[in-house]
């Protein structure tokens, strides 16, 4: 199967090697950035060739990746779902919601296998949270305390600035980076049903929130608070961490995909799962040539994206509104 990329930065780089640590049978066809000399980077270390134009990559292409900035998803979807392409768009899928679900039903009529890039669906870590929260012995979900900091990647480890473009990127750290987690209290929790959300920006890029704090309401009655925040301590890195109260149960997670996962009982029992007891989980990029291959299903696909943005789109709506509670 030949895997086209339409972007080669840094989102690029990391799903092409995932794709080589996957084992799937796979050659790197074409390659286009509007940076050329990434686009020649990306080739030299992949085997790509590349590309002087988009339609060349969709053209040589038996399925493709799309790795540009955000607001070029729409447009370069649309193309592959033309051409009958199997496709793997990164996420956010859109720069606003509105975009989102008209992506999802262009390849819903295109009837092609769709991906989208909330890989952490298949974190071991948090996979093993889902499945001590949802546990029988933890009883009735209380409370999420969920934190997801991040060093400012503008530029930062990604090399780029256009995260800091809202034209480019729609939003800041929610968006861009927190998508993920709205999707993985969903998946791993419960449905939201409302949220309140305060935003800031230190940083004085107009339309990018470096900080977001949300409160949310899941179904059940539960609540429980994101915050999410861009800062400058390079450092630190990146690190999500999470705690969650159940009635009889207590579940700590530390960072998005090795862990450690830890819990306490009410009864005195509870335990630590480390990286080696976690193992690496299934690679998503795998994943989906495996799916694309077979010309079926791939997970998750573009209605799981549209669902975050509509989680998104409400929390943006709250902190226009200053906090104001809104339904999701």
Not at 59 to 80: K, N, Q
Not at 250 to 269: I, K, Y
Not at 305 to 318: F, K, T
Request: net charge negative; aromatic share 8%.
């Amino acid at each position: 199967m030949r895997i086209g990329f339409l972007g080669a930065g840094h989102i690029a780089t990391f799903h092409s090697k995932m794709l080589r640590a996957s084992g799937a049978d796979v050659v790197w066809a074409g390659v286009h950035d509007v940076d050329a000399a990434r686009s020649e980077a990306f080739a030299r270390a992949s085997g790509a060739t590349a590309c002087r134009t988009e339609d060349e990559v969709l053209d040589g292409a038996d399925a493709v990746y799309v790795c540009t900035w955000t607001s070029e998803h729409p447009r370069l979807v649309a193309a592959a779902a033309e051409r009958g392409l199997p496709l793997f768009c990164e996420k956010p899928l859109a720069t606003n919601l509105a975009d989102a679900r008209t992506m999802a039903e262009t390849v819903r009529a295109a009837g092609i296998t769709n991906q989208v890039g909330l890989v952490l669906r298949r974190s071991p870590a948090f996979l093993a949270v889902r499945d001590l929260v949802h546990d029988p012995a933890a009883g009735d979900l209380l409370t999420v305390v969920f934190r997801d900091d991040q060093w400012m990647p503008v530029p930062g480890a990604y090399g780029s600035t256009w995260r800091g473009d809202v034209a480019k990127a729609g939003g800041g750290t929610l968006l861009e980076h927190s998508i993920h987690d709205l999707d993985l209290l969903e998946a791993t929790l419960a449905p939201i049903v409302a949220v309140a959300a305060r935003s800031g920006n230190r940083h004085g890029m107009a339309g990018i929130e470096d900080l977001m704090v949300v409160t949310l309401d899941f179904v059940g009655g539960a609540t429980g608070t994101l915050t999410s925040i861009w800062h400058d301590i390079e450092p630190r890195g990146s690190l999500r961490r999470v705690e969650v109260f159940c009635e009889r149960r207590w579940v700590s997670l530390e960072h998005d995909w090795t862990g450690p996962v830890c819990w306490s009982d009410a009864d005195g029992g509870g335990g630590v799962l480390g990286e080696e007891a976690l193992g690496f989980g299934e690679n998503p990029d795998g994943a989906f040539v495996e799916a694309a291959r077979a010309q079926g299903r791939a997970w998750p696909d573009f209605d799981v994206g549209v669902r975050a943005h509509e989680v998104a789109d409400a929390i943006y709506r709250s902190a226009a509104a200053g906090g104001e509670r809104v339904t999701v």
